[in-house]
């Protein structure tokens, strides 16, 4: 079992950069693929950024890619997501999850066992 608890979520204007974090608690954070997704109303949940159990992997969705980076501390069990140059199409609920899955960094929710409870980012124009 893992538990997942999201910070750093907020009201931002466009331009404007958050970091987000999701500390994980129980069994061994290391061994999991760490993802984030977001959902803003009325859409589907989507994958943002994913990376794999030792860091040396990333993955972004086009839409965040060159704006945002996906990082960890598995010392610290912790994960980041630092997002830059904000925009109002980011705006949504962002959510942690980790997944099993081996090898590489997988960009399915359906590959995702454990879910953070997810922090509001809301992006102004």
């Known amino acids: 079992q893992v538990q997942l608890v999201e910070s750093g979520g907020g009201l931002v204007q466009a331009g404007d950069s958050l970091r987000l974090s999701c500390a994980a608690s129980?069994?061994?954070?290391?061994?999991?693929?760490m993802g984030w997704f977001r959902q803003a109303p009325g859409k589907e949940r989507e994958f943002v950024a994913g990376i794999n159990w030792s860091g040396s992997i990333t993955y972004y969705a086009d839409s965040v890619k060159g704006r945002f980076t996906i990082s960890r501390d598995n010392a610290k069990n912790t994960m980041y997501l630092q997002m830059n140059s904000l925009k109002p199409e980011d705006t949504a609920v962002y959510y942690c999850?980790?997944?099993?899955?081996?090898?590489?960094?997988?960009?399915?929710?359906?590959?995702?066992?454990?879910w953070g409870q997810g922090t509001q980012v809301t992006v102004s124009s």
């Open positions: 999850a980790a997944s099993p899955k081996r090898p590489g960094v997988p960009a399915s929710a359906t590959d995702y066992v454990y």
């Open positions: 129980g069994r061994t954070f290391s061994s999991y693929a």
